[in-house]
């Protein structure tokens, strides 16, 4: 079953030949090797590349353990390069190679190469890329389905497509499964089998219960407000465990650098500076989230905004929690409170201020949730999304109004 990819495409179609390492990272399982070497393959030899100009090296295949030696590897390609044509080098799971940060830099030497690679588990993580190849690394991060391309695979409608999505999330395979048991079974393993044994390796952690009781918490609280410090004082209280706050915040570095969960900071819009602390945190893939609670807390309301968080990063902003201060008096003294905005989009000279509101029942909800838009008084534009069909339409107030379904479905949807 194929599903098309094209917003990771375009991305590494714009790399080509830039002098630089294509390195395909994301989640174990988000579909890094399928856009490479099956659509980014398919793309070359549709712009009339010859199969002997593209050099393809699977490393996670059995068959293939000997090119795992630098030297034998580097053989290899010298061989298949034989001229001064263009070649593609297509190299994946590169971690598994011997010292590959030196071979991939070796590679930069061949004038004629225009290099691709995908890596993951414990050595090829997020921050390994901005240390390793000395500047030299073009990243393409490739997330799980989004829910378009989810839709690509689904056989029903979008509103049971929407409830699918809310408790499976985007990992292709689990998109393809047929069955309920196959879904929990296959997200449950891999997350306790995989993400966490990786980061455990990695870090040679030996208190595991302790990173378990940690991600089980950031699963609970997606979306809300924290800081190791909270989290050091629900160990305390709820746990009873003397976990450190510094530990803890070296425990949320592994999940980030293992794109497990990513966070969103809190920015002052009119002050236009970052504030430190408390942050929020969100997942990857709702999917493994819910997994990792056993399916038990399905909060639509939170995983909504989650989505909406993951579909905005996948789309290329960098997504902030905003904060806007108003001053209003009360019982005639001048007071002041600050106002949340769940997202702010950024992408060069674009911004957008974006609330996810599940539900929008009567005037009073409406009131709460344009508030902190209406106290932003710059000129860009102001989105409400919610769960309801509804035509998409702009207020006296100049903030615009969409379903969920119109968001996510149209890639244009921020210029509706």
């Not at 098309?4 to 395909?24: A, F, P, T």
């Not at 090119?67 to 298949?80: F, M």
């Not at 071979?103 to 930069?108: D, F, G, I, P, T």
């Not at 393993?189 to 044994?197: A, G, I, Q, S």
């Amino acid at each position: 079953m194929n599903i098309e990819r094209n917003i990771y495409l375009d991305r590494l179609v714009h790399r080509m030949h830039n002098g630089m390492i294509k390195v395909v990272t994301g989640i174990r399982r988000c579909g890094k090797s399928y856009l490479l070497f099956k659509l980014f393959y398919r793309y070359l030899l549709e712009q009339g590349v010859s199969e002997e100009n593209i050099i393809v090296m699977e490393l996670d295949r059995w068959k293939n353990r000997e090119y795992r030696n630098p030297e034998v590897l580097l053989d290899y390609i010298d061989s298949h390069m034989p001229d001064d044509k263009q070649y593609y080098i297509l190299l994946d799971e590169v971690q598994m190679m011997e010292n590959f940060e030196e071979v991939l830099n070796s590679l930069l030497h061949y004038p004629n190469a225009d290099i691709y690679v995908t890596g993951s588990n414990s050595k090829f993580l997020s921050s390994d890329i901005l240390t390793e190849f000395r500047g030299r690394g073009d990243e393409v991060h490739v997330f799980p389905l989004s829910f378009s391309e989810f839709m690509q695979v689904y056989s029903g409608d979008v509103y049971h497509g929407w409830a699918d999505y809310v408790m499976y999330g985007g990992l292709p395979l689990c998109a393809t499964m047929q069955t309920e048991e196959q879904k929990v079974q296959y997200l449950s393993k891999l997350f306790e089998e995989t993400y966490l044994k990786d980061i455990l390796e990695r870090h040679n952690i030996a208190k595991t219960q302790e990173l378990e009781d940690l991600v089980n918490i950031l699963a609970s609280a997606v979306g809300s407000l924290t800081n190791p410090a909270k989290l050091e004082a629900t160990f305390r209280s709820n746990i009873q465990s003397s976990i450190s706050s510094n530990t803890i915040r070296q425990y949320i570095q592994y999940l980030e650098d293992a794109f497990i969960i990513q966070k969103a900071q809190r920015y002052n819009v009119k002050g236009r500076k970052y504030i430190g602390s408390p942050i929020k945190y969100y997942f990857e893939d709702v999917g493994l989230r819910n997994a990792r609670l056993g399916f038990r807390q399905v909060e639509e309301t939170h995983l909504m905004e989650n989505i909406i968080f993951n579909e905005l990063r996948v789309r290329g902003y960098s997504v902030d929690v905003g904060i806007v201060d108003k001053r209003e008096k009360i019982d005639g003294h001048l007071t002041r409170k600050q106002l949340e905005i769940d997202f702010v989009a950024t992408l060069g000279n674009r911004r957008y201020y974006i609330q996810s509101a599940f539900r929008l029942p009567d005037a009073e909800k409406i009131r709460q949730e344009k508030a902190s838009l209406i106290n932003v008084k710059d000129s860009f534009k102001k989105i409400i999304i919610v769960k309801d069909v509804i035509n998409v339409s702009r207020d006296e107030d100049g903030i615009t109004m969409m379903s969920i379904y119109d968001f996510l479905l149209k890639g244009n949807s921020l210029e509706l």
